[in-house]
């Protein structure tokens, strides 16, 4: 394969898909982004990646792009199909992603977790570069994570390594988890989580964006709801700290656009629940934004490719 061959990096979220060609040194050509639309099903959110997919190749004609990786919700299997999906994409498990791009696209297809594909992103090209061992965190319309440890992405048994959104949290009241489950960070933390809390304080059911400018502009309610979420998410920070002892902690995400909100409290949850050691660890925001995850799967695409034989 030649080196500086450009893949196609494509981000399938609960909120947003993203698309664009991504070359050998991680620069970006032709980003896309549209919403996912979630509610209409998994034959609809597959047609919008594909037509966000197909505007990043239109605007790339220039680059030779030979393969496709792509980070998605859920829990995928080494076939590229998910196993397991909440509900922020419903009828979203079982879905053969890579079957369904290989067919449309005519090339090679990589299948990822999206947070996943973010941690390689962030270890190869943004905040953890240079990390040996790293837990990148987004936190969006779910929470998920992604573990690498010397610089490797730790997939895990299932392919579920790093889930921490689905652990549980110590809160008296009782949260149902987009996966099923109940008391999960998700429940609490992620940005539905947090949009849902202040319309049962409030009566106003205002978007995320929304809730910060009211926090930033002195409201005390969203600034009070948005510090808990984001404590709690600090003491889960903290819990993972002490069983990975990582060098860096990446926080991505939507809810990583409220850093001047949240770091404080983010620092207060991990040092209650830290060890001495742990507690140390570096805490960083994304440096790629939106594009994280879509730089993280061409990589991938591009290591997969490597190892074809034909690349030999």
Known sequence: MNGNAAML??????????????TSDGHVVGFNQRHTPAADGSEAVVEEAL???????AQSMDAAVVGCGIGTAGTVDTHGVITHATSALPGWAGTDVRAIFHRALGMPVVVLNDVHAMAIGEGRYGAAVGSADALVVAVGTGIGGGILHDGQLVIGASGSAGSIGHVPVSIPDRRRCPCGGWNHLEAYAAGPAIEARYAEVTGLPHRLPTIAAQARAGDSVAGTLIKEAAELLGRALGGAANLLDPDIIVIAGGVAALEDLITEPVLRGLADEALPGPRRVRIGFSSLGAAAAVVGAASIARDSAAHRPEAR
């Open 9 to 22: 990096g494509v981000d399938i979220g609960g909120t947003k898909i993203a698309a664009a060609v991504v």
């Open 51 to 57: 037509t966000v997919a197909r505007a990043a190749l």
